[in-house]
């Protein structure tokens, strides 16, 4: 749901209890283990794991000190994009099939076989409800029949989760059901107006990915357009729905809003966020990290003037001693973050000066090595002809490599030749593209 801190905490297991967490993972050959990570509201706590065997099984013991709660089972890498929540309500035992194919059925535990069974029910009627409007029908009666199942559903599944963990999200997903016939347009204002009506503070939905799933859904998925000024509005409305409380929770849930916003290349409405919410929130709950994170994207971001930084090179033997700004001669610069002990940038470089090499443009490279010491990288350099090396010593420390908000090698920025960002190729295709259509 958030920007998830792992806590490896070992400590012994005292086998007080039979209860387990066990399952079959298929194809088997794709899994080696599973980890059992017990969930709080902004941190992951490791507890324990098994090697996969080779028929896909695998079977973790539990013990009296786990804790009614919410569970995640981390399957692979990265952990983030490979994982799944279950409930455990310390008195079932929880066993499951998951298959990279047909996805994630519970086989046992009556807490997450009634939520699972919930949110089936609650998709098939939905799908009726689209079918429904999707055929522009006004027939009123099919109308009552609709939302008469989705209300008679729902109460049935509140009733039968009485008492359990899952009573909790049946609740909190509890869908807006019209009194009356409305068109599409109403019946949508309506279900955006209720959509963000849960409890933000609640822990247990804290300690899921139920809130981060709710929000992405009322972020990108609430409108048929996909306007900047909606998203901002969104964001907005995001931010009041969640209140004044929790701004831990505030900041790790929209937080992977700008995250997503990012990935979507909308630099605009990331630095919007960043800007009226993101960096109050960081620096309110002492999260330097991000703040940090978050002056380095705006600064690199496209339309941006790239921070300046002190560039020495040589020129027929002699030393050249001049700036980023004060570079001249070219119409647009390619700027390259390396390093001569990255594999991957010692294959990719020397394809990236070929392609240069052979699609001439009016361009000059800096290639700035983010390195820990000079010997390495001053006996590597010669085979980038051309380039103006740059070495930052310190490796990430380093002052402009933190400005520049590298995370990876290589990365590339192209910048235009008053020095302003105007692309951020991800990978080579993407700087050939690019490249190309200087």
């Known amino acids: 749901m958030k920007k998830i801190l792992f806590l490896f905490v070992m400590f012994p297991i005292l086998m007080l209890s039979q209860q387990s967490v066990k399952g079959t993972f298929s194809p088997a050959s794709n899994f080696t283990y599973a980890f059992l990570y017990k969930a709080s509201p902004t941190t992951l706590s490791y507890l324990d794991r098994d090697k996969i065997a080779e028929d896909g099984s695998f079977n973790i013991q539990l013990d009296s000190t786990m804790t009614a709660g919410m569970y995640k089972i981390v399957y692979g890498v990265p952990q983030e994009e490979n994982n799944f929540d279950f409930i455990y309500n310390g008195k079932e035992d929880v066993a499951f099939t998951f298959s990279l194919d047909e996805g994630l059925e519970f086989k046992e535990s009556n807490e997450n076989k009634l939520w699972a069974s919930y949110t089936n029910s609650m998709e098939m009627i939905n799908s009726t409800i689209s079918n429904y409007y999707s055929q522009e029908s006004s027939d009123k009666t099919a109308f009552n029949e609709i939302f008469k199942t989705l209300k008679d559903t729902q109460d049935a599944f509140e009733g039968a989760s009485t008492g359990t963990l899952a009573a909790t999200f049946i609740k909190a997903n509890r ?221 990430w420390n380093n002052p402009i490599v933190k400005a520049y908000g590298v995370q990876s090698t290589p990365t590339y920025f192209i910048l235009d030749k008053d020095k302003k960002f105007i692309a951020k190729p991800k990978d080579l295709e993407e700087l050939k593209s690019a490249l190309e259509n200087l």
């Open 175 to 395: 869908p807006y059901i019209p009194a009356e016939y409305e068109d599409i347009t109403t019946y949508s204002n309506h279900l955006k107006t209720s959509f963000l009506n849960i409890d933000f503070g609640n822990s247990l939905l804290q300690s899921s990915e139920f809130l981060n799933d709710r929000v992405m859904a009322y972020m990108f998925g609430m409108s048929a357009t996909s306007t900047n000024v909606e998203y901002k509005q969104h964001v907005d409305e995001i931010v009041t729905a969640i209140g004044a409380e929790n701004p831990a929770i505030k900041t790790a849930l929209l937080e992977n809003v700008w995250n997503k916003l990012i990935e979507m290349q909308n630099t605009g409405v990331a630095n919007y966020i960043s800007d009226t919410h993101l960096m109050i929130l960081a620096n309110k709950t002492g999260n330097n990290d991000l703040y940090q994170k978050l002056i380095s994207y705006k600064n690199s971001s496209v339309g941006t003037i790239a921070q300046d930084f002190p560039i020495t090179y040589e020129i027929d033997n002699k030393p050249v001693n001049t700036t980023l700004y004060d570079l001249s001669g070219a119409d647009h610069y390619l700027l390259i973050f390396w390093s001569s002990t990255c594999g991957h940038c010692l294959n990719e470089l020397p394809m990236v000066k070929n392609y240069i090499d052979t699609h001439p443009k009016n361009l000059k490279t800096i290639a700035f090595g983010i390195e820990s010491e000079k010997e390495n990288w001053q006996k590597t350099i010669p085979q980038f002809g051309g380039f103006i090396h740059v070495i930052g010593l310190n490796q």
